[in-house]
């Protein structure tokens, strides 16, 4: 038996609003605060990079674990508990990678919180999109792009306090053990104002028999051909974002010339391009509609790339990095509220399309990393570029479904 969300009053509509603007800078603060301490990470821990990409692996592994599993947990106990859980494992899994890195100096055991880290964070990843769908709806306004801005802020503000922490020589242990602390204090303050009923999908006394007749609906989403297409649309922008952060800095010194310096400014050029149009990206989908929004910034991503590669100097090579991050920018998130378009199938739905986003972003670097060592770095952008135009072709995929408002532009 399924749940008719109540009306919910307008100023508990805008704090539960809040609430997940909070949790999604949140999720960037607590990313960051563990990639920002990467080369403290290295030198206690006595590693190499070899065995630097284990820890990065095992923790990407887990993500994929935790992708899959969020579907399930949220039928199981919906999303406002499964968030409680999820998050409280997180700031769990800092203490323990803190504990391995530092106080112990123990690699297993690092790889163990990694591996929980990993997974509660892609748990939580899904479930508060899905939250951020359903808010979207209520409002009937496309908000996700701004929701992913709160994330993109949260990496930024994360990797400048791990900027400080290692400048004032922070140990790693106190900054993650810190950064648990800062989780459970903004999980406590901001789940209150999620609603219990939200995404849920069945009620907490219903029997088990319909709990696992809502499971095993929500699992036929992979036969859903449009699961599939809009997979492929966030996996060509999850490829197009996660090229630039891995190499764009690389290609700028490798492929175009410049110094060090010269890299960090362009890479800080792309990430301020894109966290912009996030930013403001939302009402430009209410105006033309998702579909063609993604149709026009797929050309300008693929545009600006090109421009990139083939840019004559230096000041058309950033003309070229400002279109490839606004061109990126609302691929992945848009591709996030397209798959959350039916209520009773959206934690299935956006796990789905998540899980085939994010092969982007674990197996991206190391391909094209391999790719680059045989061709070099500028020629295997080349392959991004088809990506992004895949992505483009597949944009029709995203159209509203019907009964939904949100996405389909105005007349």
């Given at each position: 038996m399924t749940t008719k969300a109540p009306t919910l009053p307008h100023a508990a509509l805008g704090q539960w609003r809040a609430a997940v603007f909070a949790l999604f800078l949140l999720n960037g603060v607590a990313f960051a605060s563990w990639a920002s301490r990467l080369p403290s990470v290295k030198r206690s821990l006595g590693i190499g990079d070899f065995e630097l990409g284990?820890?990065?692996?095992?923790?990407?592994?887990?993500?994929?674990?935790?992708?899959?599993?969020?579907?399930?947990?949220?039928v199981r106990w919906g999303a406002r508990r499964g968030?409680?859980?999820?998050?409280?494992?997180?700031?769990?899994?800092?203490?323990?990678?803190?504990?391995?890195?530092?106080t112990l100096e123990s690699f297993p055991v690092a790889a163990v919180g990694l591996a929980l880290m990993g997974l509660t964070f892609g748990a939580c990843d899904v479930m508060i999109n899905v939250e951020a769908a359903s808010v979207e709806q209520r409002f009937g306004i496309t908000l996700m792009p701004l929701f992913?801005?709160?994330?993109?802020?949260?990496?930024?503000?994360?990797?400048?306090?791990?900027v400080a922490m290692a400048a004032w020589r922070v140990p790693v242990s106190v900054h993650l053990w810190s950064a648990a602390i800062l989780v459970m204090i903004v999980m406590l303050g901001s789940l209150r104002f999620v609603p219990a009923h939200e995404a849920r999908g069945v009620e907490a006394d219903a029997p088990a028999s319909t709990r696992r007749e809502r499971l095993l609906?929500?699992?036929?989403?992979?036969?859903?051909?449009?699961?599939?297409?809009?997979?492929?649309?966030?996996?060509?922008?999850?490829?197009?974002?996660?090229?630039?952060?891995?190499?764009?800095?690389?290609?700028?010194?490798?492929?175009?010339?410049q110094s060090e310096a010269v890299g960090a400014a362009a890479f800080t050029v792309f990430s301020v391009a894109m966290t912009a149009f996030r930013a403001v990206g939302g009402p430009l989908v209410d105006r033309i509609g998702r579909v063609w929004t993604l149709r026009i910034l797929s050309v300008a991503a693929a545009a600006g790339l090109v421009i990139f590669i083939l840019a004559p100097n230096l000041p058309v090579a950033?003309?070229?990095?400002?279109?490839w991050g606004?061109?990126?920018?609302?691929?992945?998130?848009?591709?996030?509220?397209?798959?959350?378009?039916?209520?009773?199938?959206a934690a299935a739905s956006v796990s789905a399309a998540a899980t085939i986003g994010y092969i982007a972003f674990l197996c991206g670097p190391p391909v094209l990393g391999w790719i680059s060592h045989q061709i070099g770095i500028l020629p295997t952008l080349w392959i991004i570029v088809a990506l992004i135009a895949m992505s483009g072709l597949a944009s029709g995929s995203a159209k509203p479904i019907a009964g939904s408002t949100v996405g389909a532009g105005r007349p």
């Open positions: 284990l820890l990065l692996f095992v923790m990407g592994a887990g993500s994929l674990i935790g992708l899959g599993a969020a579907n399930i947990i949220v968030l409680y859980v999820m998050f409280a494992g997180l700031a769990f899994a800092l203490v323990i990678v803190g504990l391995g890195v530092e992913h801005a709160f994330f993109s802020l949260g990496t930024v503000a994360g990797a400048g306090i791990g609906t929500t699992l036929t989403v992979w036969r859903d051909p449009r699961i599939y297409a809009i997979g492929l649309i966030m996996l060509g922008m999850a490829f197009a974002e996660g090229s630039a952060n891995d190499w764009l800095t690389i290609a700028v010194v490798d492929g175009h010339g950033f003309v070229g990095i400002i279109l606004a061109g990126s920018s609302l691929g992945f998130p848009l591709g996030m509220s397209a798959a959350a378009d039916d209520p009773k199938k």
